[in-house]
């Protein structure tokens, strides 16, 4: 056969990678986990459920074998409950396999790189090589300096027979900066996050943890605080993510604000941002005094008026809120264009399919650029 015939691309119908037993049920044991907030004996009930229904087991191997698997992999463990008696439990291995589970849908495949890789514009003494070389000047580190280029220059200058190299004749190869950048994600559990007969939270928990996950096996140096914000604002450690939960709350944005920035204040990273997530109005704010004040009718203009100036405080800091608003009413869409035009942030009004790409793309963007 003539060798030009053998070129050319040949399409072959897809047929899926093959997947253990165990492998094909414990994606669907992960999703379970995080729609069920954690909740693992009413995740292993709708998996049997599925089962039932769809055969997702076999004679050879039940939700019985599945489920020893799972202890002898590590990701379950035997615990006393509150209660007295024996049950199971998650361990921190099953809630990595979970946050990487998501980092894979949301995300995608991504390697582990073991430096930050937020590259800037600037040029300087930073850790990423450009291919482009400028003289030597008092204070480069010896290391900078390349060696085959300012020989070639000593040769240039004086000859093959009398070679001498000067100082002149040192050049150095320029690099950049990788910055490093501190993230503040605040997700809003208030009720509203599972009303209407939408889940809305339990995009949002996936969001934060593929985000968690990302950071951690990409950007090692960058930080990733989680803050949740209902009548009032608390950090979350990235472990209770799958655990995570709304309550019968309102709907504190000045607080989650005021919390985001006093971390951020304490980080010594120059590029800083928070991302929210919300899909309701402000309804809440705390007094001086220690009380409430609290409104769900509309827009309240003390209750925004207080977003506002925290959206202004975080310009100063430079600090730039990125929000995702999960809403589609238009009163809402206003007081978010307000409140970013205060923050001259950005703002994302944007539905649950597409909420983790536009957070990725615009965390891909801002790592690019210093935002102070």
């Known amino acids: 056969m003539p060798k030009q015939s053998r070129n050319g691309f040949f399409f072959r119908s897809y047929s899926a990678p093959d997947q253990t037993p165990f492998e094909k049920l414990f994606e669907i044991f992960n999703e379970l986990i995080t729609h069920t907030s954690g909740d693992l004996d009413e995740a292993l009930d709708w998996l049997k459920q599925l089962d039932e229904e769809y055969g997702l087991t076999t004679p050879d191997y039940s939700l019985d074998d599945f489920v020893e698997d799972l202890k002898r992999k590590g990701y379950l463990r035997e615990e006393i409950n509150p209660d007295g008696n024996a049950g199971l439990a998650l361990t921190a291995k099953a809630e990595q396999a979970i946050r990487k589970q998501a980092l894979d849908q949301i995300f995608g495949n991504l390697q582990k790189s073991g430096r930050g890789q937020h590259r800037t514009k600037f040029p300087g003494s930073g850790d990423e090589h450009t291919g482009e070389f400028r003289e030597y000047r008092f204070g480069d580190s010896l290391e900078r300096i390349s060696l085959t280029e300012?020989?070639?220059?000593?040769?240039?200058?004086?000859?093959?027979?009398?070679?001498?190299?000067?100082?002149?004749?040192?050049?150095?190869?320029?690099?950049?900066?990788?910055?490093?950048?501190?993230?503040?994600?605040?997700?809003?559990?208030?009720?509203?996050?599972?009303?209407?007969?939408?889940?809305?939270?339990?995009?949002?928990?996936?969001?934060?943890?593929a985000l968690s996950e990302l950071i951690i096996t990409r950007y090692p140096k960058d930080t990733l605080d989680i803050i949740v914000f209902g009548n009032d604002a608390w950090p979350i450690p990235m472990k209770e993510l799958p655990y995570l939960q709304v309550g019968?709350?309102?709907?504190?944005?000045?607080?989650?604000?005021?919390?985001?920035?006093?971390?951020?204040?304490?980080?010594?990273?120059?590029?800083?941002?928070?991302?929210?997530?919300?899909?309701g109005k402000p309804s809440c704010i705390r007094e001086?005094?220690?009380?409430?004040?609290?409104?769900?009718?509309?827009?309240?203009?003390?209750?925004?008026?207080?977003?506002?100036?925290?959206?202004?405080?975080?310009?100063?800091?430079?600090?730039?809120?990125?929000?995702?608003?999960?809403?589609?009413?238009?009163?809402?869409?206003?007081?978010?264009?307000?409140?970013?035009?205060?923050?001259?942030?950005?703002?994302?009004?944007?539905?649950?399919?597409?909420?983790?790409?536009?957070?990725?793309?615009?965390?891909?963007?801002?790592?690019?650029?210093?935002?102070?």
């Not at 070639?152 to 070679?163: I, K, L, S, T, Y």
């Not at 007969?197 to 943890?209: L, Q």
């Not at 304490?266 to 899909?279: E, H, L, V």
């Not at 409104?295 to 008026?305: A, F, K, R």
């Open 288 to 372: 001086s005094d220690g009380t409430y004040y609290m409104n769900s009718n509309g827009l309240d203009p003390y209750i925004t008026e207080k977003c506002y100036t925290q959206a202004a405080q975080a310009r100063k800091l430079h600090i730039p809120i990125t929000t995702f608003m999960i809403a589609t009413d238009p009163y809402l869409q206003r007081f978010v264009t307000n409140f970013t035009e205060a923050n001259q942030g950005k703002a994302f009004y944007t539905g649950l399919q597409g909420l983790g790409e536009m957070i990725f793309e615009d965390y891909e963007t801002n790592r690019k650029k210093r935002l102070r």
């Open 150 to 209: 300012s020989l070639r220059n000593a040769q240039v200058h004086n000859g093959v027979d009398e070679f001498m190299l000067h100082e002149d004749d040192l050049v150095v190869e320029e690099s950049v900066f990788k910055a490093q950048m501190s993230t503040v994600l605040m997700i809003d559990i208030s009720h509203s996050m599972i009303l209407y007969g939408e889940d809305r939270i339990t995009p949002a928990k996936k969001v934060a943890m």
């Open 248 to 279: 019968p709350y309102h709907t504190n944005t000045v607080a989650g604000l005021q919390l985001a920035m006093d971390i951020l204040r304490r980080k010594r990273n120059t590029n800083k941002q928070i991302f929210m997530i919300t899909d």
